[in-house]
């Protein structure tokens, strides 16, 4: 399938360089790994944006929100009419694998959750994929071979906060930055996720006595 502009990655930069695209007379064809704004639908349940509704419009399409500051549900019923309105052409949940060729001249093939490839020519490509469902790793020496996983409680929504490495200063900064992201929050367990060995399944668990390492924070 040939298109004039490929766009990697349908959220909200995405979705406008796809418009803005599109405006002029060029076809478009937008493709993401999940769903449409992908990052935003992951998002806790109940959260609310720190800026204003019309720092968060596109398309020149207003985005009207009944309270100063829109919530994630509200953005998602936004950008998704924003995507309806224009007709763009999102194919998701395809993870592109590659992307080769030159300017004028690009090949990019992907993959659906179910295998199978998916092959696109264009003249262009805009790569908007974001930042924030993309794991920046902290680098804390540590055990490789295990996964600490913690399940968290807070009164607006149920999370999960992973630690790749296991080490007392993984567990004080995961902690350290949870406290700054959640006002509230408990520990409500913590197990670990071995790797693979001979020997034993994999995804077996086992499980910490970590009592002392449950806190709550102060209201």
Not at 34 to 53: K, Q, R
Request: aromatic residues 10%; positive net charge.
């Amino acid at each position: 399938m040939h298109a004039d502009v490929i766009v990697i990655g349908a959220g909200p930069t995405g979705l406008a360089c796809a418009i803005e695209a599109q405006k002029v007379g060029l076809k478009v064809i937008s493709i993401d790994k999940g769903c449409l704004v992908n990052s935003i639908f992951h998002y806790p349940a109940n959260m609310i944006f720190f800026t204003t509704p019309e720092l968060l419009e596109i398309g020149d399409i207003p985005f009207s929100s009944a309270n100063p500051k829109p919530n994630r549900l509200e953005a998602l019923e936004y950008y998704r009419k924003v995507a309806e309105h224009y007709k763009l052409d999102v194919r998701q949940y395809q993870r592109v694998e590659t992307v080769t060729g030159q300017d004028k001249s690009f090949r990019i093939t992907t993959c659906d959750r179910l295998g199978q490839v998916y092959d696109y020519g264009c003249r262009k490509v805009i790569v908007s994929t974001g930042y924030y469902d993309r794991a920046n790793l902290l680098r804390i020496p540590g055990d490789p071979g295990r996964i600490v996983q913690a399940q968290l409680f807070s009164y607006r929504s149920l999370l999960t906060f992973k630690l790749m490495k296991e080490s007392p200063l993984a567990y004080r900064e995961g902690l350290r930055l949870l406290r700054l992201l959640i006002p509230k929050f408990a520990i409500l367990g913590i197990h670990h996720e071995d790797r693979p060995t001979a020997g034993k399944r994999s995804g077996q668990r086992s499980s910490i006595n970590w009592s002392r390492g449950c806190e709550r924070s102060r209201k």
